[in-house]
């Protein structure tokens, strides 16, 4: 089991930044896949920004709507997932979610954070 823990979000005026963390323990050694998604109010789960890990080389992919604004990143002894957002809109107002998924393709999610970019 893995369990993940979100923090850094809040409330920030249009043009500023925030940074989630996502905190996580238990059995994450077969960890390969680690991403931020979010859910704007009354829409979908949609996904933002994930690290792929394939042997030693690992790769970053992003929704469209976030690149050059977003950045994930990762620190592996603290085991800890970032999300650093530059830039923010109103339209990135959403509960956002990190998610681990391992190489057995069990995905674990962890409790949401709000964001809340004001005009």
């Known amino acids: 089991q893995v369990q993940l823990v979100e923090s850094g979000g809040g409330l920030v005026q249009a043009g500023g930044s925030l940074r989630l963390s996502c905190a996580a323990s238990?059995?994450?050694?077969?960890?390969?896949?680690m991403g931020w998604y979010r859910q704007p109010p009354g829409k979908e789960r949609e996904f933002v920004a994930g690290?792929?890990?394939?042997?030693?080389?690992?790769?970053?992919n992003y929704a469209d709507s976030v690149k050059g604004r977003f950045t994930i990143s990762r620190d592996n002894a603290k085991n800890t997932l970032y999300l650093q957002m530059n830039s923010l809109k109103p339209e990135d107002t959403a509960v956002y979610y990190c998610?681990?998924?391992?190489?057995?393709?069990?995905?674990?999610w962890g409790q949401g954070t709000q964001v809340t970019v004001s005009s």
């Open positions: 238990g059995s994450i050694f077969g960890i390969n896949v």
């Open positions: 998610s681990f998924r391992s190489i057995h393709f069990v995905n674990y």
């Open positions: 690290i792929t890990n394939i042997r030693t080389v690992s790769s970053t």
